[in-house]
């Protein structure tokens, strides 16, 4: 928490001002970014060729089947995986007041690739498109049995960090004697584990969209609960809130957006854990904005690193996910270097 | 009741409870090594052991017992008590339970090192890791560093490193052929399979001279673990303190995987571990060692019996460790720090 020793009033207005600012320019950024997405790559496009891609469609025309088919889809799931593992983050942290929570805690990232490992080895699937749904059946199985043994909607916030951390390296652990094992599963599962948009097709989006509209829905409903939780558990009981719901709320949250977004771009360790960092530096200690900037900001990152990974500078070929870590570390650093850290 | 037991200026409070959960834990460590020593694919009975051990007995037992299981069971229980004490101390000092030699980077440091290292050299694997742990290590230490060494500026600029050094490893790794790829996994998982009385006298020789540090280290930790206010209050340095915890709990966990290899779950659990076996509320370090050197046993023992796949002892860290520690958060619902 914040000391506020000042006797003054807070400048309110200004403050609330500014915030609004930061909004506005990180949606003109991101904006500016997804127009980027779209124009820019190994084969750039013109400006008035992507507006006829995306709006008289011409299947002869080159510069047409780039934008339209290998750019859009892409861009598409940075955006949703990014804005869905930002919201996830802001959920984990703010339900657990752990900074070090991410996402993946829940066990959703090791019950994912447990599945993606398992789906190689015993039913020999090395086609990524296939994994979407091992890797989504996988995280929620997982995320269940770690809710439950966290002791359900009554969790204590240590023993849920705790069982999920645990959880998560027993089924790492499974899958790293899986890979040992068997020499093929290493060989799919070393490049579906840098986590990125190859492959992807409009038909997984759309498949994947309920679910992570369903999140985003669980998550505005926790959200209030949430600021009293983080007020402490007699605190919030006090004021009428029912802890037990809003936790259950936020846990089903961030299972649906987790296991959407891994489904559709393999673990993706970094904007999870460091976005709602960055959201509450600018939004301030409130859930609901700090879960709105997240979930921009989210969206900003994996689609920067999308386009990044995209641009011959890297040889056009780096994963999104490798390019989110190589990327974000340093900047958190940097960050972390000049601003301080505000605790949650 | 307590004893105190005084030597010269320092003085150790030592109370019945502590004392006796001590001799629980060296009479369980005794067993699994006994248990260690009879596993095998050599049959030997209890008295043949006792035999070797005493220096009677046929020249093949004592090959056995002396030369190829005691070393790597001793190896064992080093590693781990080095692995389990560097989790807690930065357990305690970080006020935060999932924090281990990890957070500052040292394991992703480490994988970062080796494949480095296997892919200039063609070997190295080792030396390459350690410098890769050290080197990250002390860089998220002096980035963090700014008048002192608040936890959550180093838990954060170690997630930073931690996670871009984690993303390199795994494009290294994709960039490998698979056979240097397989064999880098095995690494990377950690193993005790051929360890002689050189990695076990390694590693003990270093616990021995960490020991009094750690020692010394202990009553100011627990000062550490409550807020800097109180700490501040009875006068300790904190930063120095920090500075001196940080160092200390890295060297631990570079002598652990000089000789285990990056063995993972055994420092970020045992100290949960330990805290839930042993009531108290003080930093139970020496139970956290007891128990990253008992999980470290174990695994090596699951390691040892399914002898027809060749697994190391890194994949039974955690198949070992994480229901304990699940079993453990099940049976005591108790509200309590760490």
Known sequence: MTDCTSLAPPPALTRAGLRRLWLAAAVLGLAALCAAALRLGVRPVGWSAVWTALTAFDAGNADHIVVRHMRLPRLGGALLAGAALGLAGALMQGLTRNPLADPGLLGINGGAALGVALCVLVLGITDPAEFVWMALGGALASSVLVFLLGGGSRAGTLRLVLAGAAVSALFLALTRGLLLVSRQTLEVYRFWVLGGFDGIVPATLAALAPFLAAGAGLAALAAPGLNALLLGEDSATGLGVRTGLARLAAGAAIVLLCGASVAMAGPIAFAGLIVPHLARWTAGPDMRRVMLFSAVFGAQLLTAAELLGRLPLFGGTMQAGVMTALIGGPVLIWLVRRNGVRSL | ??????????????????????????????????????????????????????????????????????????????????????????????????AAPDVIGFNAGASCGALCAMMLTGGMVLPGAIAGALLTAAAVTLLAWKDGLPPERLILTGVGASLALAAAADLLMSRMDVLSAADMAQWLAGSLNARTWRDAALVWSGLAVLAPVVLWLHFPLARLAMDDGIATGLGLPLARLRLAVTATGILLAALAVSTAGPLPFVAFAAGPIARRLIPGGRPALLGAAACGALITLLADCAARAVPAVQLPAGVFTALIGAPLLLWLLIAHVRKGAL
């Not at chain 2, 009975?45 to 009677?56: E, H, T, Y």
């Not at chain 2, 070393?71 to 970080?94: D, K, N, T």
């Open chain 2, 1 to 98: 009741m307590t004893w105190t037991l005084r030597i010269s200026g320092l003085s150790l409070q030592i109370s019945r409870h502590s004392l006796l959960a001590g001799l629980a834990a060296a009479a369980v460590l005794a067993a699994a090594a006994g248990l260690a020593l009879l596993l095998g694919s050599y049959p030997l009975s209890l008295a043949g052991i006792l035999d070797a051990l005493l220096g009677k007995g046929g020249g093949l037992h004592r090959l056995i017992v002396l030369d190829l299981r005691l070393p790597r069971i001793l190896a064992a229980l080093g590693a781990g008590a080095a692995f389990g004490l560097s989790g807690a101390m930065f357990q305690v000092m970080m006020r935060n339970p999932l």
